[in-house]
């Protein structure tokens, strides 16, 4: 493969473009309410109108609205119809020869559209995942090309670094930086993997990704791979996501038989092949060492840090390992520049974020904005508020890693230095917002028996502290606790931040920390009047009153 | 390999590079509490007792797993580390049966000998009192789960000392537990080779030799050394 027969296949692919295409979405979220049905339906009413020639129907990724789904939109007319039904088929294919149809349609034109920015998903809803020709088609593995036969493996590190990237899976590490790290380790052997064990509850950003465009994400990896000097890949997905997983593969055999994997690609001496790690279940294997443990096929537990995978990762080799949201950003970041990506976003964070929306919400759905967009706008006017007139009460970001925002400070703007001044984190993109019904001390708790169940068991503050600060939190919303047992709650909060091994432990008290610091007045009215006096250690008790 | 100096609670001490805090602070004297630490096998840093405060460094670090490097002002103790360690041991103590008055180590327990050492006096949490099975399958040793902190040292004797394989963990969280094989009574196992050093190895009465009674199980931990001094160092030591 050369660029000469990449464009080729490109033109051909344009040129066998029909003059109305009716784009079908076959993501997870709408293949659960039967779009498989719907696009079935679709193609025989295409055929049975006798329209084959006029009209293509394609199979693609997430069309972001999820809450409405089974989605369909007509191009070009630019209707977007809702919750389609197999019987709908006909009668949309109607519209295409003047015909009327009853199927709901929405508007195009609302923020929750017209506010996004799309760089991730901007093949997520166009492209057949399928197909390697529809992503060839909008200038794919172009990125690639350019780097391996007009850059050097420094060259495309320092375009990272100018770019601004930072790692998507929530702690924002410098993306630039990293490759530039395991660049440099020296090592004969070098692995990427591509992190795509996304384990929050609520959070459906890398499927969507990887099941809209897998091929963005392969490409990614590859200029990556090119920049870092690896030549082996692993992408760690979890067993949970069958349908991302098959789409893996189908794109990983298209790109090898098209050589745009493998050995000797774009006919240079840069060889990188991919294989697909399955994840077990462990919430606890998306932390790096853990997951490189589990790739290595033993027991997902992690290890203490440094050395860092930059240094010592797989088998003991350099190792990159990078979220597939940031792995997507990169084929745009080569195409459009790293000053076109610069430009986007605040000072310290740089380009996108996707949000999975979820929870109380009207719009529930992918969403992709601008770093520094306002939280307010995203759950009120692109999300449209709480549903049946409730009222926002929080909005919950980074998963049990996380915190809860009150509604009060919706006004911060979305990056990662104004979300962990809340006390809470960008985490991978999760965003579950709360109403007036929500018991902040529930949701503590909740996120809490997550932390439990999936601790280890390796580290004992993590082991043994969940379960404790689990039981104090049980203990307080059955109105059985007392002050004295906040302390213990906040003490312990402290003490398996500072001394669990990994990620998890270290972060698990986070929704409880941020509902004290927030909602504290809930925790108070569950409390009862400590009988004991003020006996023991480290009693917080009320004076008594003098009579 | 160049030597690297460093401070330990204000003491100058010097360590080869490679050597782990705690390998320097043992040279200089300076005792850490330990309790997955075992020496001769690799470290896991998984117990948290010997975390240490570096001046410039954000995180509490193990000393077991954390390398030394120039010019590292180390602190091992203060008034913030002895109380997490203190609660450290709480949580142990809270979270499964530790009954030292009918234990076989009573009185040659690292739990035990901790918790005096760290002033832990009582447990603030409320004991979860679980349900775990004791495995006396085996005619030469017994397992109380019950015990058991879940170390790994026993896990991995087996694997790196004795090389049999025969331990695992199996279970994650509170759940966690030693298994032997593929989670069959220790007496049925095809790969146990009797050795006993997962017994020498326990710092409580988790495993223990079949027919030791209250506070009778004293381990030697003679035979560990000598294997390890005499693979690594090609020292036969008497």
């Known amino acids: ?547 | 390999m160049a030597a690297k100096t460093l401070t330990i609670d204000g003491k100058e001490v010097s360590a080869a590079e490679g050597a782990t805090i705690l390998e320097a602070a043992s040279d200089a004297g300076i005792t850490l509490p330990t309790l997955c630490h075992l020496e001769g096998v690799y470290d896991v840093g998984a117990c948290r007792m010997c975390l240490v405060e570096i001046a410039g460094t954000p995180k509490l670090l193990p000393a077991c797993t954390t390398q030394v490097s120039e010019g590292m002002n180390v602190t091992t103790t203060s008034e913030r580390l002895q109380q997490y360690r203190k609660m450290i041991l709480e949580l142990l103590f809270a979270e499964r049966n530790h009954v030292c008055a009918v234990c076989v180590a009573n009185g040659h327990c690292e739990l035990q000998t901790l918790a005096y050492r760290q002033g832990m006096d009582h447990v603030r949490y409320d004991y979860c009192f679980p349900k775990w099975d004791v495995d006396i399958t085996h005619p030469l040793y017994g397992m109380d789960h019950n015990r058991c902190i879940l170390c790994t040292r026993c896990v991995r004797v087996c694997w790196h000392i004795e090389g049999a394989g025969t331990k695992n963990v199996a279970g994650r969280g509170a759940k966690a537990q030693i298994i032997t094989d593929l989670f069959q009574p220790w007496g049925e196992s095809d790969t146990c080779t009797n050795c006993g050093k997962c017994v020498m190895s326990c710092p409580t009465g988790a495993l223990f030799y079949r027919g030791a009674t209250v506070g009778e199980m004293e381990r030697d931990r003679s035979k560990l050394e000598f294997i390890v001094t005499a693979r690594e160092k090609k020292q036969w030591i008497p």
């Open chain 1, 1 to 547: 493969m050369d660029l000469n027969e990449l464009l080729q296949i490109k033109e051909k692919e344009l040129a066998a473009q029909k003059p109305h295409t009716l784009r079908c979405c076959m993501a997870a979220g709408c293949m659960s309410s039967n779009s498989q049905a719907v696009k079935d339906g679709l193609e025989k009413a295409v055929a049975d109108a006798g329209l084959s020639n006029q009209v293509e129907v394609r199979g693609v990724g997430c069309m972001k609205l999820c809450c409405q789904g089974p989605l369909v939109q007509a191009d070009p007319a630019g209707a977007l119809y809702e919750r389609v039904t197999p019987p709908d088929a006909a009668s949309i294919v109607g519209t295409l020869l003047g015909g009327a149809t009853h199927v709901g349609k929405g508007d195009p034109h609302d923020p929750f559209f017209t506010k996004q920015l799309s760089i991730v998903l901007a093949n997520s809803g166009v492209v057949d995942p399928e197909r390697i020709e529809s992503y060839l088609a909008a200038d794919g593995y172009t990125g690639l090309h350019e780097v391996l036969h007009e850059m050097t493996p420094k060259d495309v590190v320092e375009g990272l670094v100018k770019s601004g990237l930072r790692g998507r899976g929530g702690a924002g590490f410098p993306t630039g930086l990293k490759w530039g790290t395991v660049a440099k380790s020296p090592g004969e052997k070098k692995y990427v993997i591509c992190n795509a064990d996304e384990g929050d509850p609520g959070a459906f950003m890398d499927r969507s990704v990887l099941e809209s465009d897998p091929h963005s994400v392969l490409e990614g990896m590859a200029i990556a791979a090119y920049a870092v000097g690896a030549d082996q890949g692993f992408i760690y997905v979890r067993a949970e996501y069958p349908l991302a997983i098959s789409r893996l593969q189908t794109a990983i055999r298209q790109a090898k038989q098209m050589g745009l994997l493998g050995s000797a690609i774009f006919e240079s001496p840069f060889n990188f092949n991919i294989d697909i790690r399955i994840g077990a279940g462990a919430f606890v294997c998306g932390e790096e060492t853990a997951l490189m443990a589990s790739v290595e096929g033993k027991r997902g537990t992690p290890r203490p840090r440094p050395p860092f995978p930059a240094e010592s990762g797989l088998w003991g080799c350099p190792t990159l390992i990078n979220n597939v949201e940031t792995f997507a950003n990169v084929p745009a970041i080569i195409r459009r520049g790293a000053d076109w990506f610069a430009s986007i976003g605040t000072e310290k964070s740089k380009g996108t974020k996707v949000f999975a929306l979820a929870g109380k919400i009207k719009n529930t759905g992918l969403i992709e904005v601008p770093m520094g967009t306002r939280l307010r706008d995203i759950v009120e006017q692109m999300g449209g508020g709480a549903p049946d007139g409730g009222r926002i009460k929080a909005v919950q970001t980074g998963g049990p890693s996380g915190g809860c925002i009150p509604a009060d400070a919706l006004d911060t703007p979305v990056d990662y230095e104004s979300l962990t001044k809340l006390g809470s984190i960008m985490g991978s993109g999760g965003m579950i917002v709360m109403d007036q019904t929500t018991n902040m001390v529930e949701i503590a708790r909740f996120f809490m028996e997550f932390c439990m169940d999936e601790s280890c068991g390796k580290c004992i503050p993590c082991r043994a502290g969940t379960v404790q600060m689990h039981h104090l939190l049980t203990k307080i919303i059955e109105r059985k606790a007392t002050l004295r047992d906040l302390a213990k709650l906040e003490e312990l909060c402290d003490m398996v931040k500072h001394t669990s091994l990994c990620g998890l432990g270290q972060t698990a008290p986070n929704p409880t920390v941020s509902t004290l610091r927030f909602f504290r007045h809930e925790y108070l009215e569950l409390l009862q009047p400590d009988t004991h006096g003020p006996h023991g250690n480290g009693a917080v008790t009320q004076p008594p009153v003098p009579a």
